[in-house]
Nanobody, 122 residues
Framework: RAHLAESGGGSVQAGGTLTVSCVGSFADYFAMAWFRQAPGKEREAVATIHIVSEEQFFAGSVRDRFHLSKGRDTLYLRMNNLRPEDTAMYYC???????????????????WGQGTQVTVSS
């Protein structure tokens, strides 16, 4: 059973905007994050938010273009000025507690969604 459910992926031209969403159970989580994996590449961290403090961290490649926000049990990743290199499967992840791991380490997270595809054409 998937604990997290992503939606909102799709195709967009370079320079466009897309928002992906992730529904979960925030009361159970310490932090939530977005990761992405492009074909032939390793999964990489995109951004994270601590549920209570709302402290956020972003990968350098997306800082100032991607923005996190959260509603009731929904995490949003708004992606502006998209580039072809942003094309990937985007995964939502949740950490149930703070194990002291780095936010960008996927082993820090205990729950994963099934992913939503984002494709950016040039």
């Amino acid at each position: 059973r998937a604990h997290l459910a992503e939606s909102g992926g799709g195709s967009v031209q370079a320079g466009g905007t897309l928002t992906v969403s992730c529904v979960g159970s925030f009361a159970d989580y310490f932090a939530m994050a977005w990761f992405r994996q492009a074909p032939g590449k390793e999964r990489e961290a995109v951004a994270t938010i601590h549920i209570v403090s709302e402290e956020q961290f972003f990968a350098g490649s997306v800082r100032d273009r991607f923005h996190l926000s959260k509603g009731r049990d929904t995490l949003y990743l708004r992606m502006n000025n998209l580039r072809p290199e942003d094309t990937a499967m985007y995964y939502c992840a949740a950490a149930l507690y703070d194990d002291g791991g780095e936010w960008y380490d996927e082993n820090h997270y205990h729950r994963w969604g099934q992913g939503t595809q984002v494709t950016v054409s040039s």
